[in-house]
């Protein structure tokens, strides 16, 4: 199943620029939505018309237990914007509200950051703002997670809002329905214990929900001597591939580890997809090894800008992100890209780097040379 967010009164831009953030999220969320506060800010500083933040941009926990204790409530039908009159309707929200004081804090680090010209060392927009943006006091338990309830979505929606940008926020941990997930849940490992569906959200300019993609696959991986990660047992896998009409253009929304799986994308591009966004966690050893490779592959054989937000840098110790934000464009040229562990420059976070999106160019590629009609009639014998 698919689907797909559109309004007739969005027009879309043919040339513009879009910001991708590069994060080391923790599990500190206050933290966490003041370093996003900074890339939006940096971002409506530079005329980005849309911020791209990377997986578990808002809390990234050391296990699988404490990222359920700390998920967001169930996002439900009522949270996300339905077209009415051509016009996208507003919604009564149950969502948990943030302090007051809170709210403002992320207001005022826009502000800061969109009126100052930052640049840190590595030329990249950022990021070290010692009064607005550095750490705040609010209470944390010995492990650093916020003891204090706080709202991602609220938080998030609030940061749309004040900067005027559209937000892809690349992974929030939002809690099933069902304890063990929903009824189309095909996992062989399904549990009744408490899972999250990694969640992946865009925001319009006014902070309201367009589209909400839940990561169809989920990620293992077993390096002996060098990493042992499993999301399957606190997570549970979604099934709708998602597209969503925005001012930059359609775009086909997925996360991480779903760039190993190819086939996603030419669905996606099939349904008219013209940017595909794989925000991501990627550890180290798989990132040396993959992360450009699949990135520029899937921008070649989709012939689409592909854009990957990233984390990067260790959060706790049993946590390294290879970072390496990155842009890429249909021909599969890297057009931006944030650094990383293997960069000879220092790397600071939170960062973001800019690009142009063209859709001409990416038409003239299509045109000469089509892949995808090419694709479409193709017959492979059994």
Not at 43 to 62: D, I, K, R, V
Not at 66 to 88: W, Y
Not at 282 to 292: E, R, S
């Amino acid at each position: 199943m698919s689907s797909t967010s559109s309004s007739a009164s969005l027009s879309t831009t043919r040339k513009c620029v879009v910001a991708v953030a590069q994060m080391c999220s923790t599990a500190d969320k206050v933290q966490n939505l003041i370093d996003i506060a900074v890339c939006a800010g940096r971002s409506q500083h530079y005329g980005a018309q849309m911020l791209f933040l990377p997986e578990a941009c808002g809390f990234m926990g050391a296990t699988g237990a404490e990222t359920v204790r700390n998920a967001e409530p169930p996002i439900g039908n009522d949270l996300i914007a339905k077209k009415k009159d051509d016009q996208f309707s507003d919604h009564e929200s149950s969502q948990f509200k943030n302090p007051s004081w809170l709210t403002e804090r992320l207001e005022h680090t826009i502000r800061h950051n969109a009126a100052n010209d930052i640049e840190d060392k590595n030329t990249k927009k950022s990021a070290n703002d010692e009064d607005v943006s550095a750490p705040c006091n609010h209470s944390t338990e010995e492990n650093g997670t916020t003891t204090m309830k706080v709202s991602l979505v609220d938080g998030l929606q609030t940061i749309a809002r004040a900067s005027r940008i559209w937000i892809s926020a690349g992974g929030v941990h939002v809690l099933c329905n069902e304890p063990g997930g929903d009824d189309k849940d095909r996992d062989a490992n399904r549990t009744q214990q408490p899972r999250v569906y990694n969640t992946h959200l865009i925001l319009d300019s006014s902070g309201e929900i367009r589209a909400l993609y839940r990561k169809i696959h989920l990620f293992e991986v077993s390096i002996p001597g060098q990493v042992e990660l499993s999301e399957r047992k606190h997570t549970a896998p979604g099934h709708e591939i998602v597209l969503c009409d925005t001012p930059i253009g359609r775009i086909g929304v997925t996360t991480c580890y779903d760039v190993r799986f190819p086939e996603l994308y030419v669905k996606l591009v099939e349904q008219g997809a013209q940017i595909l966004l794989v925000p991501s966690a990627f550890t180290v050893p798989t990132g040396k090894a993959h992360w450009h490779l699949l990135l520029r592959a899937r921008a070649v054989e989709s012939q689409s800008y592909v854009i990957a937000a990233a984390q990067y840098g260790s959060p706790h110790p049993k946590r390294s992100s290879y970072g390496h934000s990155l842009v890429v464009d249909p021909w599969g040229v890297v057009v931006a890209d944030a650094g990383g562990v293997d960069s000879a420059a220092d790397i600071s976070t939170p960062s973001i780097v800019t690009a142009e999106i063209d859709l001409d160019h990416l038409d003239s590629i299509r045109q000469r040379l089509p892949i995808q009609q090419n694709r479409a009639s193709a017959q492979y014998e059994k």
